[in-house]
């Protein structure tokens, strides 16, 4: 089966976090630019970000909407979170703290 490129993120935790969701609804997903970011110095760095990769299959726009959706699903249920080492509030589809990058504590 082929796979086609459907978004990219700035960071690895966010790229895993669309897959999770994608799967989470049912749509497989994979992510791609693993360990691309900072390697290579003389590419535009958004080319280095952590891609999502969809089944070729997919409707693009249509997945697209549909992990919006499930991402806004979860941020209404989920509450933010305080992180422990500098107190920052972080949306709650972050596992780590944006700020200082500390892992979140399970309640
Ligand atoms: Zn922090």
């Known amino acids: 089966m082929g796979w086609k490129f459907l978004t ?9 976090h669309c897959a999770n969701l994608l799967e989470s609804i049912g749509i497989r997903a994979q992510v791609r630019n693993r360990f691309l970011s900072g390697a290579l110095g003389e590419i535009p760095q958004v080319e280095a970000w952590p891609q999502v990769w969809i089944p070729e299959g997919r409707d693009t726009a249509e997945t697209l909407a549909a992990l919006e959706a499930a991402a806004q699903d979860l941020s209404d249920r989920a509450p933010h979170w305080a992180c422990e080492s500098c107190g920052e509030w972080i949306e709650p589809q972050f596992a780590a703290c944006w700020q200082c990058g500390a892992p979140r504590r399970a309640p």
């Open 8 to 16: 990219r993120r700035s960071t690895l935790i966010e790229a895993q």
